[in-house]
């Protein structure tokens, strides 16, 4: 009797073993089982030969082999193509050097698995909340057959402290301080150190340089002395100064200013427009950004600020109504820094000439030849808008936060020695 072997790659086939109530049984990757069936067996037939491989050894012997990561079918028959057996089988990788892969990729990382059930069990620690889910992604790729359950717990906080300063330099007071503001767009394709950071090179007229830098070297501190020094010298206006706590691959928004209602037309369902409604309009100071936690020490942010402000000189009538312009400056970059360090953005610069004739009303003659040779007086307002961004974790944010109690004013200790009239 020549006996036959039929390899069928069928979902109906697939489907008519299950509905028989096959048992599962697990197959390691290389590993082989042998059965005795209660007849003889004449053929077979196998749902997934990229599994599994099948030989027929002898009418009561067949071996079972575990090729790769998959589910698959067998269904032996006799002589007379009649049903004898059916067996469902699972075949897993080996755990073995799993747990050796995912130490050794994730630095830090301390995971363990096991396998129970058709399930992979991931435990253990991660040092971020970023290489649990790597952790995960990697075992659900090497064992597809498998559900994952990952218990991995991280170390690290999920959530971290954003610093934002939102400044607007005087370019004109930066000169006469002898200051040179050097703009930040030295970017490395969003990735790596960036940019320029703060120089120490106040007490130096003419040639200091606030953003020269390669390396992020100073300080909050120092930081907070630069721009502190800046706004007493009338070279800086702080516009918003945030601190967002937010949490790692959340986006977070951060809005300081207000709202315009700008005219809508709203449209039936026949196309026609029979209808006039508002929508808002935000403006003001805008940043949004996605922290997200690298390890211990670093953090990659994705940041979008804007400002912008209502522009009177550009104003569109709408159904009656005026619409005010809107002048904006934005930008957007994602940058890796580690906790504590500064990163700053500049160039977004605008420029205002006013001009005016001093005199009386109706009392000053116009001139052509003063309005020739420039008697008008003309005044340009250079600004310069800058960014300042400092990844913080939140033990650290919340002790430079004033508490309630520091914001209250002293006591006083004798009520009587300050009642009016009193020195």
Known sequence: MTLKAFFVASATVLWTVNAAGAERETLREGSVLTFKPASDVASVVLSNEDALAVDVRG??????FGKKEG??????????????????????????????????????????AERASGVVVLSGEAATSAQVATAGTITAGAFPALKLVNLVRSR??????????????????????????SAMNRFNQGTGAVGNTFASALGQPGSADLFASAKFTLNRLTLDAYINFLRTEGAATMLAEPTLVATSGQKARFLAGGEIPVPTPYINGAGVSNSLGYTFKPYGVTLEFTPEILDGE?????????????????????????????????????????????????????R???????????????NLGDALAGANNTQDSDTELVLIVTPETVADAQGRMPTAREADPPPVSNPASHAPGRP
């Open 59 to 64: 009418p009561r012997q067949v071996v079972v």
């Open 71 to 112: 589910v698959g079918e067998l269904l032996l028959l006799d002589a007379r193509g009649r049903d004898i057996e059916r067996h469902a089988f699972t075949v897993v990788g080996d755990l073995s050097n799993l747990e050796s892969v995912l130490n050794g990729a994730l630095p830090g990382a301390r995971i363990h």
């Open 156 to 181: 690290a906080s999920d959530q971290l402290a954003v610093s934002v300063r939102v400044m607007e330099v005087r370019k004109s007071r930066l000169k006469a301080l002898g200051i040179r503001w």
């Open 298 to 350: 670093r953090v990659k942010l994705e940041l979008a600020p804007e400002v912008s402000a209502i522009d009177d000189s550009h104003v569109v009538e709408f159904g009656g109504a005026k619409v005010p312009g809107l002048v904006s400056r934005k930008t957007a970059t994602t940058v890796t820094l580690r906790f504590g360090e500064s990163l700053a953005i500049a160039g977004l610069r605008t």
């Open 352 to 366: 205002d000439t006013q001009k005016d004739r001093r005199g009386l009303p109706f009392k000053t003659p116009f």
